[in-house]
């Protein structure tokens, strides 16, 4: 019995700890690419390693005029690995969107505008192509192909 309270002191002293750091970094709501690269270092770590093909490249213009809403978490390892790689898509494919909209959700995938509820956010990150304001198309999680080739499917 003693043994037991000793994890179980130790264990719940450890997520006490943790807790308010996670909390802190949790960011929800409207956010800017370059907040995402600069308050977050795995986010900028994957842009850095990220190396866009030509093709890939190439297959961005379909986005041209198009608005992409991004819906991620600051503390979701998908959304660390793919956001990335779409901020460096679009520097260096120089498309140009309508709009691009980064919004960050709590670990309930919600968000205090209701972003998130509006497009039905099951999994992070999911990236929704609109065309005039409707949906033609969304990637969720991580793509079949590569970010840019599923992007451009529809």
């Known amino acids: 019995m003693k043994v037991f309270l000793r994890v179980s002191c130790a264990l719940l002293c450890a997520l006490l700890m943790v807790t308010p750091l996670q909390a802190q970094q949790i960011q929800q709501g409207a956010m800017s690419g370059e907040q ?3 308050d977050y270092p795995a986010f900028q770590q994957h842009y850095q390693d990220y190396q866009p093909t030509e093709q890939d490249l190439q297959a961005m ?3 041209a ?4 809403v991004v819906l991620l ?14 901020l460096k898509l679009l520097k260096h494919s120089e498309v140009e969107l309508a709009q691009v909209s980064f919004v ?9 505008a209701g ?13 929704i192509v609109l065309d005039e304001g409707q949906e033609i198309h969304r990637v969720v999680e991580k793509p079949k192909k590569s970010l840019a080739a599923d992007l451009t499917r529809f």
């Open 65 to 68: 005029g198009k608005e992409l």
């Open 115 to 127: 972003v998130a509820q509006r497009f039905n956010l099951k999994y992070t990150p999911t990236f």
């Open 36 to 38: 995402l690269l600069s």
């Open 61 to 63: 213009a379909k986005l």
């Open 73 to 86: 978490g600051t503390w979701c390892h998908d959304s660390e690995r793919e956001v990335p790689k779409l």
């Open 104 to 112: 960050a959700v709590d670990y309930q995938k919600q968000d205090k």
